[in-house]
């Protein structure tokens, strides 16, 4: 996400500066209001374009230059930081990775009309102590196509591991380790027929033998 910001907007949204500030109070207040911006913008500050109003050269900053990473533009060739916002959209070639922070309703409207987004002063404000650790829009992804046809090694990796793979199939096979012998299972018992075992057979009583019993006690009765 890059960000476009009219910086007087949010300097004065931000209370840095009223119209009773000396030119020295207001160039030191510039300065710290454009620190206070980097220290929250961390690696984002690098994608941040400042534009100030300007009716001549500022005494302190060149009229662009790069101040911690942030572009800083000082509008002297514009009639205004408005003005100067609305070049820099007219020419950028991917709008929609781009934020615009300004209170002027006609630069919110021609950046929507680009097709990027614009918010005021306050709301940037009211995000800017969280702007570094918020997630990047998908726009800023890698092509999900180009990642899935991309080779997943390079000539030089692909060799090194051809290499390393080579000398592990030379190497000789490790001696097999004795099978651990498996506790013992105990069998289960062979039904056992009656007529394999001889004297088994002979102590069993059959039914012939049961009523010879009853006969015998009959009589004896």
């Known amino acids: 996400m890059r960000w476009l910001i009219d910086g007087y907007n949010v300097m004065h949204a931000a209370g840095v500066v009223d119209s009773r500030t000396t030119r020295e109070r207001f160039r030191r207040a510039r300065k710290r209001f454009l620190d206070h911006l980097a220290s929250n913008l961390k690696d984002l500050a690098a994608e941040t374009t400042i534009v100030f109003d300007a009716h001549k050269p500022p005494g302190d900053f060149p009229v662009?230059?790069?101040y911690r990473g942030m572009t800083v533009i000082f509008a002297l060739s514009d009639d205004t930081a408005?003005?100067?916002i609305e070049r820099i959209l007219a020419r950028f070639s991917t709008p929609k990775a781009l934020t615009v922070v300004s209170n002027d309703r006609e630069v919110r409207q021609s950046a929507t009309r680009r097709k990027a987004r614009a918010i005021k002063a306050d709301e940037f404000l009211d995000r800017l102590p969280t702007l570094a650790f918020q997630r990047r829009p998908a726009i800023d992804a890698p092509d999900p196509e180009a990642v899935r046809t991309a080779p997943a090694l390079d000539d030089d990796e692909r060799a090194y591991w051809l290499e390393v793979?080579?000398?592990?199939?030379d190497e000789p096979?490790?001696?097999k380790r004795p099978a651990a012998k498996s506790a013992a299972r105990v069998k289960k018992p062979r039904r056992v027929d009656v007529d394999e075992v001889p004297s088994l057979r002979q102590a069993i009583i059959t039914d012939a033998d049961i009523a010879a019993i009853i006969r015998e006690i009959e009589r004896e009765d």
């Open 82 to 84: 408005d003005a100067r």
């Open 165 to 169: 793979f080579d000398a592990v199939a």
């Open 173 to 175: 096979a490790p001696p």
């Open 64 to 66: 662009e230059s790069s």
